[in-house]
């Protein structure tokens, strides 16, 4: 990503608190979280890593995770972003439930950036990957669980249909401009 592309990292990390990059299996939830971390200088937690090994073994047999399933691995999660300030986390975050614990127990303000596409564009990126134990076949499944994230003032929404580096620019200038917000309010 080019620096003309975003404001430069070390004006950022100052004043960018923890970010959650959400959304449905396959919206590129990892790749964002990378570039943004590494642009911010944060570090990266992906949020799949931290599954239970019961987890796994459902999502890879094309079972679908229910809340029960979901609740302590979003619990370790969120301790991760209560533990420290520059951290960027991919994780579903599919309920709103699931982002207000998090903002529960960040104990500071997050943001969060929903990666949104079509059923067309999230499938044909699922067919496409390798080595993923999340099979196609859960797609509907996270579909029909998301709660789109509308009003909810810490969540910027970007669209997948279109180049990466695209949509990590877009990220960061909404980010940018989140946290000049957040430091505003709070004056």
Not at 38 to 47: D, K, M, Q, V
Request: proline content about 5%; hydrophobic content about 40%; some cysteine.
């Amino acid at each position: 990503m080019s620096t003309a592309a975003s404001p430069p990292a070390s004006s950022l990390s100052r004043h960018i608190g923890p970010v959650v990059v959400m959304g449905v299996s396959g919206c590129g939830k990892t790749s964002v979280g990378k570039l943004i971390a590494s642009y911010l200088g944060h570090r990266f937690i992906e949020g799949d890593s931290r599954h239970p090994a019961a987890n796994v073994e459902k999502m890879t047999a094309g079972v679908a995770l229910s809340d029960d399933d979901r609740w302590p691995w979003l619990e370790t999660l969120a301790a991760e972003l209560a533990a420290a300030d520059d951290t960027v986390i991919s994780c579903s975050a599919l309920k709103k439930s699931y982002r207000d614990l998090f903002r529960d127990r960040a104990g500071k303000p997050i943001t969060f950036v929903f990666l949104q596409g079509t059923r067309t564009t999230l499938a044909s990126r699922m067919n496409s990957r390798k080595g993923h134990y999340m099979p196609p076949s859960l797609l509907d499944s996270q579909l029909a669980t998301l709660e789109l994230p509308t009003r909810e003032g810490d969540v910027v929404t970007i669209e997948i249909d279109q180049p990466l580096e695209r949509i990590v620019s877009l990220a960061m200038t909404k980010l940018a401009f989140m946290a000049t917000r957040q430091r505003m309010q709070s004056r």
